[in-house]
């Protein structure tokens, strides 16, 4: 990363329906973050109630601390298969947008039994904001995506 800083934060969501347990979705999260991160109270919940009436449970977390951040993509960018990586570089506009935030959506299924797969139902959903002032943020979005 440069000395300024390419990216400026993550944040990372999800929702948990009525019928889902929430020890697996806080596992599932878990699983994507670092050692470091693991065991900390970095995700906030949210209880609300669905259309219907039904719980929904929301799970928030933003990094902005340039050491927590480093360390989640050091984690994250290892977890993420080269060939998802690649699926995301080829469709960069659909997963990206002009402010330099780049979307990534986890299947939350897989996370839970220990994988990092992309997928788009009922996802993790990882928000990457590349800071504009240490370049083009599609050019880093492509160097990040390139890295192993």
Do not use: C, W
């Not at 944040?11 to 991160?37: C, V």
Request: proline content about 3%; aromatic content about 6%; charged content about 30%.
């Amino acid at each position: 990363m440069s000395a300024e800083r390419a990216l400026q934060s993550v944040q990372i969501s999800t929702i948990a329906h009525a019928t889902d347990d929430l020890d697996k979705i806080q596992a599932a999260l878990s699983f994507i973050l670092p050692e470091s991160l693991k065991g900390r109270e970095i995700f906030t919940r949210k209880y609300m109630q669905g259309h219907h009436g039904n719980p929904i449970v929301t799970f928030e977390a933003k990094l902005t601390k340039h050491q927590e951040v480093d360390q989640f993509i050091d984690h994250f960018t290892k977890q993420l298969p080269k060939n998802e990586k690649l699926l995301i570089k080829r469709d960069l506009g659909v997963h990206s947008d002009d402010e330099g935030n780049l979307y990534i959506r986890l299947d939350k299924q897989q996370a839970f039994r220990g994988e990092v797969k992309l997928g788009d139902e009922d996802p993790i959903r990882v928000r990457l904001k590349f800071g504009r002032l240490s370049g083009e943020a599609t050019e880093l979005m492509k160097t990040f995506l390139e890295s192993e």
